[in-house]
């Protein structure tokens, strides 16, 4: 994702919740992601492992999916 890319999204990502546990990866990298599954259409396990964990992405995609 590029860096004007990422100026328009930031503002739509929700911050990290107050008095949890610190974020371990960076937004960018959720989203950077999230894009790639579903350019890919592969499953979730098949992510590659130079993103976060398919289980952090799949959290947080269900997560903000449920927020809308």
Do not use: F
Not at 2 to 11: G, H, Q, T, V
Not at 26 to 52: F, K, M, S, T
């Amino acid at each position: 994702m590029s860096d004007a890319e990422w100026e328009l999204l930031d503002p739509l990502i929700p911050d990290p919740k107050p008095g949890g546990r610190p974020a371990v990866h960076e937004r960018r990298e959720i989203v950077n992601a999230l894009a790639y599954w579903v350019r890919a259409g592969c499953a979730w396990r098949l992510l590659p492992h130079d993103l976060p964990p398919w289980q952090t992405v799949y959290h947080y995609w269900r997560i903000w999916r449920i927020e809308g």
